[in-house]
T-cell receptor, first 109, second 115 residues
Framework: DAKTTQPPSMDCAEGRAANLPCNHSTISGNEYVYWYRQIHSQGPQYIIHGLKNNETNEMASLIITEDRKSSTLILPHATLRDTAVYYCIVTGSARQLTFGSGTQLTVLP | GAVVSQHPSRVICKSGTSVKIECRSLDFQATTMFWYRQFPKQSLMLMATSNEGSKATYEQGVEKDKFLINHASLTLSTLTVTSAHPEDSSFYIC???????????FGSGTRLTVV
């Protein structure tokens, strides 16, 4: 599976957009980009995933660069409940998820 | 959406005893389940992959005789920590693939404390 690089921590003001970057320069053509988050002492929660095109759902938007070497998760209006560790994971469709160290997002009041 | 129910949420056991953790897929069939372990302030580490009706595949360094995995049906996988020791105290989480290219769903985790 391709390795990902994320900043260890980020802050965001409540109500503002949170933009979480992820580098995955070794991604291969059949690998997806998944985003999960983990609130303290809970199981990871699925946010969004994509292959090539940008994706949007009720939680977030995923922007993947044209060369697919990086992506950005956008939480459009961050709330205090969005404070969590966010994991960017790249994997083939039939493989397990391998977690890196993620980004600790802290939403500030 | 697809839900994996994991029980118990927390358990305290004495050193030397065994503990069973259950994960059930509630509204879908989980052909494959994954078991993770997470120590404090660390990320999730994959322990093993279980496929319904066959033996689990363990990651390097994970003792298969200590962490027994059973996946006897398409909706139930269990992890038994045998002869638990304090160093086995951790947060155990199961996960299942929901479907082709549809992502993975996780259980709520089990906090195991061995005293």
């Amino acid at each position: 599976d391709a390795k990902t690089t994320q900043p260890p921590s980020m802050d965001c003001a409540e109500g503002r957009a949170a933009n979480l970057p992820c580098n995955h320069s070794t991604i291969s053509g059949n690998e997806y980009v998944y985003w999960y988050r983990q609130i303290h002492s809970q199981g990871p929660q699925y946010i969004i995933h994509g292959l090539k095109n940008n994706e949007t759902n009720e939680m977030a938007s995923l922007i993947i660069t044209e060369d697919r070497k990086s992506s950005t998760l956008i939480l459009p209006h961050a709330t205090l409940r969005d404070t969590a560790v966010y994991y960017c994971i790249v994997t083939g469709s039939a493989r397990q998820l391998t977690f890196g160290s993620g980004t600790q997002l802290t939403v500030l009041p | 959406g697809a839900v994996v129910s994991q029980h118990p949420s927390r358990v305290i056991c004495k050193s030397g005893t065994s503990v069973k953790i259950e994960c059930r897929s509630l509204d879908f069939q989980a052909t494959t389940m994954f078991w993770y372990r997470q120590f404090p302030k660390q990320s999730l580490m994959l322990m093993a992959t279980s496929n319904e009706g066959s033996k689990a595949t363990y990651e390097q360094g994970v003792e298969k005789d200590k962490f027994l995995i059973n996946h006897a049906s398409l909706t139930l996988s269990t992890l038994t920590v045998t002869s638990a020791h304090p160093e086995d105290s951790s947060f155990y989480i199961c996960s299942a693939r929901v479907g082709q290219n549809k992502g993975y769903t996780f259980g709520s985790g089990t906090r195991l404390t061995v005293v």
